[in-house]
């Protein structure tokens, strides 16, 4: 029997409860297609921070290391900056694992209110392709004069050719791979000097080796705009790690489905585990409740089984979460339900 | 009799064809109110661009400082880089002459359809205060190992504490002057390391001086999902030049008005003049044609009018704006009519 072994790191608040029902759910298909998990917990969290200073130990990747992959729930909590618990997590592990890929699909599902006028399940139905691991996340920089008047601080972005080209190819090769085979780059280069015009010039530059592929490009104001506006027209975005993270929020937030979008980092080269979160954070104000939607969790589930080579037990997945969305009968309160998180969970059990 | 000396800049495309119906608006609100105007043009453009190598004079900002205001069309043309015709105008004005907040209304009108599902007018009116020269606008950065493939391309944004107190102050000013009384700020400290929890300790320090004002604070991904779920939240929005410049697409973008969004380029000192222009580009695609939608730049001159102390024109031109747009007998094609650039213009000129 395949036996895929998995990383789960729960982190902070909701995390700890939306996990169980992505288990629960790849458990399940498991059972279905002959797939066994061997599962590892770790409990690195801010919790961890206020009790060590740290929020992995030192060894944390090196331990990571072995893992087919790694299952995230969410970091962050009042009490420590996020600055301290993501770069001291989240971002080392991205970073480290060369997980440059972050692939977020934005779909509108049959049962879930769009909140876009006159739009119906099928309409909207692309991928954001998020550069994941340079660009304007970078802790190069500082503050002059600080604590004065005359402070000035100063934050580099920093983009490479080798980062920027690998980010290009899997999303053309992505786009290839489509029918609609379409391509749109973000960019501002109209403002920012150095690091925009020269991103357009390796999307020119990559795009002829896809002849195939048709490419438009959009500064980012107007292209946030535009996914408001017609949301039909993309196939595949991509974007710097900051604009991808934007618009990877935005495309969810067109469809209804912030509370429940995955989030994919990955290494396509496979040398070192990808990881799979819900693309919600922690959640204090409503955490320790029981009631946060696992749904996103249990889609980046099926993300992992995917990128691990079980088709089916990602196939299957999705279709539950579909049936479980279109029946409407055991939602959480943020979809309007009155459903506990596993209420929801064990409704995606059943429908596996 | 009053008389106001406006600088005009009609610049590319569109531009040519929307600012003499802003003119024409203009001239009817003064006639009403007794207010002369003397116009004064600069054909500074792509096209000075292709004669002379520059898109303004070397004493381009001398030549304008002499005037009560700078009424601008839109600047930017293919065949001229983006980067160099914006750097060569509209940011070398927006800087030189302090214009460090830029001011965007967002605002549901009564016929004009929403993107957005269930939103009747009244539902969004909020304010985009976006800081307006510094921060992630920079031309410090370059490229090393140019051309290679190990191109490392850096790009600096840099933030002083003079500039982001300036516009935070701004913001809270605006929101301390409104009924709601809410301030929410756009960040990105969990990602971006030096920055923005600079920024946040910046928008902390400044709320304790207004103790009335509701602050919150959401990182840029989160926020701009929220325009679309919760657009009636917002009241006064503040973000830095690049955060800025996004939400002020989107906002518009979601109640339908990026076509007629106006841009203020204010001085609030006025030690020199400001700047207002329509949000739209040179829209090349349909530029010559004679049918862009004025309406932007009609409410741009409005601001224009407000800033420099003619509410009575403001509120004019205002409602003539929405009583064309309610009535939608001269709307252009934009937003499903058939009417020319002129006709939109001569419509609104009528109501006043
Ligand atoms: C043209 C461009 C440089 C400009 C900006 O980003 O400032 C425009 O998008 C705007 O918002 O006025
Ligand atoms: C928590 C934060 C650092 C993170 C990011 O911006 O990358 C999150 O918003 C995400 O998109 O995964």
Redesign the pocket.
């Known amino acids: 029997m395949a036996k895929v072994k998995i990383a789960v790191i729960p982190g902070d608040g909701i995390g700890k409860e939306v996990i169980p029902e992505g288990i629960r759910a790849l458990e399940a298909a498991g059972r279905k297609f002959g797939v066994e998990y061997e599962w590892t917990e770790f409990d690195w969290s801010c919790e961890t921070y206020h009790k060590t200073g740290r929020m992995m130990p030192e060894d944390g990747i090196e331990q990571l290391k072995q893992f087919d992959a790694i299952y995230l729930g969410a970091v962050g909590y009042p009490g420590v900056p996020d600055h301290i618990s993501l770069w001291g997590l989240l971002l080392p592990i991205r970073r480290e694992f060369e997980q440059y890929v972050n692939l977020r699909p934005v779909r509108l599902f049959e049962g879930v209110p769009c909140p876009l006028a006159g739009k119906k399940p099928g309409d909207i139905d692309f991928y954001v392709v998020r550069e994941n691991v340079e660009g304007e996340y970078s802790s190069v920089g500082g503050i002059q004069y600080e604590g004065t008047e005359h402070e000035v601080v100063s934050q580099q972005a920093i983009f490479t050719r080798r980062g920027t080209d690998r980010i290009l190819r899997y999303a053309f090769d992505l786009a290839q791979s489509r029918p609609k085979k379409h391509l749109s780059s973000a960019t501002k280069s ?2 920012i000097y150095h690091s925009m015009p020269w991103w357009d010039s390796r999307v020119e530059e990559m795009a002829k080796q896809y002849p195939e592929i048709n490419v438009d490009q959009y ?1 980012i ?1 107007i292209l946030t705009a535009n996914f408001v506006r017609m949301p039909e027209h993309f196939d595949v975005v991509v974007g710097s790690n900051l604009f991808g993270d934007i618009l990877s929020d935005l495309g969810p937030g067109c469809t209804g489905t912030i509370a429940i979008a995955p989030s994919a980092n990955i290494n396509p080269e496979k040398n070192f585990p990808s990881m799979f979160e819900p693309v919600h954070g922690s959640a204090p104000d409503i955490a320790g409740k029981g009631i946060a939607n696992p749904l996103g969790t249990i889609w980046a589930g099926a993300m992992m089984m995917q990128h691990l080579g079980y088709d089916n037990i990602h196939d299957s997945l999705m279709e539950a979460m579909e049936t479980v969305l279109r029946d409407a009968k055991a939602l959480t309160g943020d979809m309007g339900g009155s459903a506990t998180t596993i209420e929801l969970g064990k409704a995606v059990e059943d429908a596996i």
């Open positions: 109209n403002g500064h104001d």
